[in-house]
C-alpha cells in the first residue's frame, strides 16, 4: 500500500488525558472499550470475551473533541497501530478504488494488531447511496458490512471506532454493527471554563479566576472547537496590539525631524519577536474575539442531536 497515495493514515498518536478538559463519561467509556482490551486482553477470554466491544460509535456535535479523545485513548493503550480514514474522503475522492481501500484498511489492521480503526464521517455510506457515484457507495457500505462481521467472528484484537456529527443519517444495518454508543455533548459551564484555563496554559495572560468564570459562562453553546477559535484571536490581537505601537511614531520625533514621522514602523519594534510572543493576552481582548466569534451550530441542529440522544441517555 503506497500511503503517499492512500486515504489511509497510520499513525502513533501522543494525546494525554490531561490535555482534554471535560467529557469525563466518554473517558471513562473508551477507558472501559478501549484501553483495557488492548492493554490486557488476557483479561477477555473464553467468556469474558463477549464483554469487548469491538465497534464503537463516537457521535455528537462538531468540534467536541471525538478525534481527539480516540487518539488519547489510543495513546493510553500502548502498544497499537491507530489507522484513520474519512469515508466521506473515501467516497468523494477515491470512489472507483473505495471498496479496495476498505479491503486494505482491515487487512493492515490484522496485520498489525492490537489495532484502532477511526473511521470518521460514517454516515457517508448512508448518505452517498442515492447521490452521484451511488453504485460505488452500495459496493462500499456493502464491503464494510461484511469486514466488520468478519472482524466479529473472528474475534481479532481490533477496535473499530465509528465517527459521526450526524448520527440520525445511519441506517439500521450501520447502527447494528456497533455495540457501544459514547456521547460528547457541548461543554457544560465548569466544563468550557476549564477549556478556557487550558488554551491559556501557555500563553501569558493577565486573566484571574473570576474572568475564566466569566468567560464560562458568557460561552454557552460554543463548542470546545469554537473556544479554540476565540483563544486563537485573542492572541492574534495581542500581537497586532504589539505592532500598532511599532508602527505609531514619537511625536519627538515628529518634531525634530518631518522625514522621520513618515517612517512606516519601526523595523526594530517591528521585529521583537520576543516581545510578540511575551505580549499578554487580557480580558477586554477575549471578551472582544468573543463577540466576533458566536457559536457554530444552530438550534435546529442541537434539537436533532438531542432527540436521537434521548433514548439511550
Request: glycine content about 4%.
Amino acid at each position: 500500500m503506497d500511503y503517499l497515495k492512500s486515504p489511509i493514515v497510520k499513525e502513533k498518536p501522543n494525546v494525554k488525558w490531561s490535555e482534554i478538559a471535560g467529557l469525563e463519561d466518554a473517558k471513562n467509556s473508551l477507558k472501559e472499550s478501549v484501553v483495557l482490551p488492548i492493554r490486557f486482553p488476557q483479561i477477555f477470554t473464553g467468556s469474558m470475551s463477549s464483554f469487548i466491544s469491538q465497534a464503537i460509535l463516537l457521535y455528537g456535535p462538531p468540534g467536541t473533541g471525538k478525534s481527539f479523545l480516540a487518539k488519547a485513548a489510543a495513546t493510553e493503550a500502548g502498544n497499537s497501530t491507530f489507522f484513520s480514514i474519512s469515508l466521506l474522503d473515501l467516497l468523494t475522492k477515491w470512489s472507483l478504488e473505495s471498496q479496495n481501500f476498505i479491503i486494505s484498511l482491515f487487512e493492515m489492521a490484522r496485520q498489525q494488531q492490537p489495532s484502532i480503526l477511526f473511521i470518521d464521517q460514517i454516515e457517508a455510506l448512508c448518505s452517498y447511496e442515492n447521490e452521484i457515484d451511488s453504485d460505488n457507495a452500495r459496493i462500499t457500505k456493502t464491503e464494510f458490512l461484511c469486514q466488520m462481521d468478519i472482524l466479529r467472528k473472528k474475534k481479532d484484537n481490533i477496535i473499530v471506532l465509528g465517527v459521526t456529527n450526524f448520527p440520525w443519517c445511519l441506517d439500521s444495518p450501520i447502527m447494528k454493527r456497533f455495540n457501544r454508543m459514547v456521547y460528547f455533548p457541548l461543554p457544560e459551564l465548569e466544563e468550557r471554563e476549564k477549556i478556557f484555563k487550558l488554551f491559556l496554559e501557555m500563553s501569558p495572560h493577565y486573566l484571574t479566576s473570576q474572568d475564566f468564570l466569566e468567560l464560562g459562562k458568557r460561552s454557552e453553546g460554543y463548542s470546545g472547537s469554537d473556544i479554540s477559535i476565540v483563544v486563537q484571536n485573542a492572541r492574534i490581537q495581542s500581537y497586532g496590539s504589539i505592532q500598532e505601537d511599532a508602527v505609531k511614531p514619537s511625536r519627538e520625533s515628529a518634531e525634530t525631524n518631518l522625514s522621520e514621522s513618515c517612517i512606516p514602523f519601526s523595523e526594530e519594534k517591528f521585529l521583537n519577536s520576543e516581545k510578540i510572543f511575551n505580549s499578554k493576552i487580557t480580558m477586554n481582548g477575549m471578551l472582544n474575539a468573543l463577540s466576533t466569534h458566536k457559536p457554530t451550530l444552530d438550534e435546529n441542529y442541537l434539537e436533532k442531536i438531542k432527540n436521537f440522544s434521548s433514548p439511550y441517555f
